[in-house]
């Protein structure tokens, strides 16, 4: 008898222990805002496009190469590093431990009726939250427009290499034939390679609202 009064007294204190865990974690949430396509029908026999784009990047904002940028490569747009994930306790001096630590933590989800998507964190430590997952938030944006904006990079790095090779043929050529020909195609590819420099891709992604600290009153 006194076993059993034992055993349930250990249990209700393990239950209470839990309960008090569980309303004392908060929660830090990031809004990125998907931009919406350009040609976005939508109709009865036609899912949303807009949806399956904000569910797109959900998936992407856990996946390994963000993450190892927001842990690896936090650096702010001046340069100065900012290391938010390795300054708190989820970072295990591990960063590929880290990265799936962050996995099993981490809650993405599309916000119904709105272009938004949200990367929240739970945890005791709502600064340390906040600061994990604006940091997520940030090597998200900033991955994705890396990879929009690569075909771009490719295009004018190969025509910059077509203009240096006919650059060279012009200077080593003497006849005035071939250099004006020569000299009409360079003119050519440098107003192709100005035309790429001037386009700028529509950011998909863009920050709609960082998680923040409530002020206390």
Do not use: W
Request: glycine share 2%.
């Amino acid at each position: 008898m006194k076993l059993c009064v034992i055993i349930l007294a250990i249990c209700l204190v393990v239950a209470l222990i839990c309960v008090a865990l569980f309303f004392t974690q908060e929660s830090a949430t990031a809004y990125i805002r998907v931009a919406r396509p350009r040609d976005n029908v939508a109709g009865p026999d036609r899912p949303n496009e807009q949806e399956i784009r904000k569910q797109y990047f959900v998936n992407f904002a856990t996946i390994d190469d963000v993450l190892r940028r927001a842990v690896n490569d936090d650096i702010d747009p001046t340069g100065t590093r900012l290391d938010r994930i390795r300054k708190t306790s989820y970072f295990t001096g591990d960063p590929d431990a880290t990265i799936k630590l962050l996995q099993t933590k981490l809650d993405t989800a599309s916000v119904k009726n709105s272009n938004l998507i949200r990367i929240s964190l739970s945890g005791a430590d709502l600064n340390e939250s906040t600061e994990i997952v604006n940091a997520v938030a940030d090597a998200l944006v900033a991955y994705i427009h890396h990879r929009s904006t690569q075909p771009r990079v490719k295009i004018i790095k190969n025509l910059t290499n077509q203009l240096d090779e006919i650059n060279a043929k012009i200077a080593d050529n003497q006849q005035t034939s071939d250099i004006q020909r020569l000299q009409k195609t360079a003119t050519e590819i440098k107003l192709a390679i100005n035309k790429f420099r001037r386009a700028t891709s529509r950011p998909c992604l863009r920050i709609h609202a960082y998680a923040e600290i409530p002020t206390k009153p």
